[in-house]
């Protein structure tokens, strides 16, 4: 077993200290301060549920709308993934990935050995997936299939009637679709529905971690079929065992005032979204729309976004996600959550770079 070395995860760790980064997919940190609240003193620190507390099942349950019995609580949505590909990907399983796309959500079915097929969306067409070709390379024996909703890193959503026709592929394969769900509720004003809606080979994976500016909490689930849940629950038995109860208890308290969270969220990006908008009439070797939804946006640069990323770095101390994290070389992410005032500042340093590379 040889995971791919997780890139673009290794390169922030070496950025950490680096002040304007415009390149992160979360919403601005959220501290433990703005909660307003002391931890309870007889929080039990040697028990919990391996499948989460039953209070964070019963407020992720009643967000996702199902039964808690389909809900299992894990360490971050990167804990989710890799459950739900142990638990069903063996070795040359086919597994077919929509891309550009966030790396785990392929490499992890690389590093058990699976046969994993990307299908690339064109941004010329606005990134827009091709079902057909989808079905071409499932072949009838995918055994899983695998998307964000909305997509990192181009924001773009998969509708009703996609999630639909998923569902006819993964039963024509006798296989699953894996859609992770870590930024759906980021398209406020038409979110699309979740993929556990869809029948019993559809997986959904979400976390506090993006809309609510908590990835240090680790926490996050899975909302699936209770057959499947047992299956990845024996392999969290491997992992972790259960998550941690300080952080589950903060990520109850978060869900308790989701809506605050999202409130916070929607400022932010769409202050955020006006600033780029701007930004993007001074930056003719840059193209792409502002998504209307998501935290992340994605557009081609004319500037070869090495160059570029490398340049914001050293002379401007500013941070850009090259592309190439995603599979496609010419893009490069920007963030739309961060601190207003420094998402400015970053802008200006990005126009600054481009005006010298052009
Ligand atoms: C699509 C997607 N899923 C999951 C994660 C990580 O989630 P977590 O912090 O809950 O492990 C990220 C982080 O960038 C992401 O972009």
Redesign the pocket.
């Known amino acids: 077993m040889e995971f791919p070395p997780f890139e673009h995860l290794r390169f922030y760790e070496g950025v950490h200290d680096v002040r304007l980064n415009i390149s992160y997919?979360?919403i601005k940190g959220f501290t433990l301060g703005e909660f307003h609240k002391t931890l309870p003193k007889d929080l039990d620190l040697n028990w919990t549920d391996e499948r989460g507390p039953p209070e964070l099942r019963r407020l992720i349950a009643r967000h996702a709308q199902v039964a808690m019995d389909h809900v299992l609580v894990t360490t971050?949505?990167?804990?989710a993934?890799f459950l739900a590909n142990v638990a069903l990907v063996q070795p040359r399983d086919r597994v077919v990935v929509d891309t550009p796309n966030?790396s785990?959500?392929r490499d992890c079915a690389v590093g058990l050995g699976a046969d994993v097929v990307p299908v690339v969306r064109d941004c010329h067409d606005g990134w827009s997936l091709d079902l057909d070709r989808f079905r071409k390379t499932a072949g009838g024996r995918a055994k899983l299939l695998v998307f964000?909703n909305l997509n990192?890193p181009t924001s773009v959503p998969l509708g009703r009637n996609d999630l639909q026709e998923l569902a006819d592929i993964a039963q024509e394969c006798d296989g699953y679709v894996l859609v992770?769900e870590?930024?759906r509720e980021l398209a406020f004003h038409h979110p699309p529905p979740s993929v556990a809606e869809f029948g019993p080979r559809m997986i959904a994976?979400s976390?506090v971690?993006?809309v609510g500016g908590l990835?240090a909490l680790?926490?996050?689930w899975i909302v699936a079929h209770p057959r499947l849940l047992e299956r990845f629950k024996a392999v969290k038995d491997y992992t972790t065992v259960c998550g941690s109860s300080v952080s589950q208890l903060l990520a109850t308290w978060a869900l308790q005032r989701w809506s605050l969270f999202r409130r916070r969220a929607k400022i932010i990006l769409d202050g955020n979204r006006k600033l780029v908008e701007e930004a993007l009439t001074k930056l003719p070797a840059l193209r792409g729309e502002v998504p209307k939804s998501g935290s992340v946006m994605f557009p081609h640069s004319d500037i070869r976004v090495p160059k570029l990323a490398q340049r914001l770095l050293r002379v401007y101390k500013t941070i850009i996600a090259e592309g190439r994290f995603f599979g496609v070389d010419d893009h490069f992410r920007i963030g739309l959550g961060g601190d207003p005032g420094e998402f400015r500042q970053g802008l200006r340093n990005l126009e600054k770079a481009m005006q010298e590379l052009a």
């Open positions: 997919s979360n971050g949505a990167t804990e993934n966030y785990p959500l964000a990192n992770d870590t930024f994976l976390t971690t993006k990835g680790r926490v996050g």
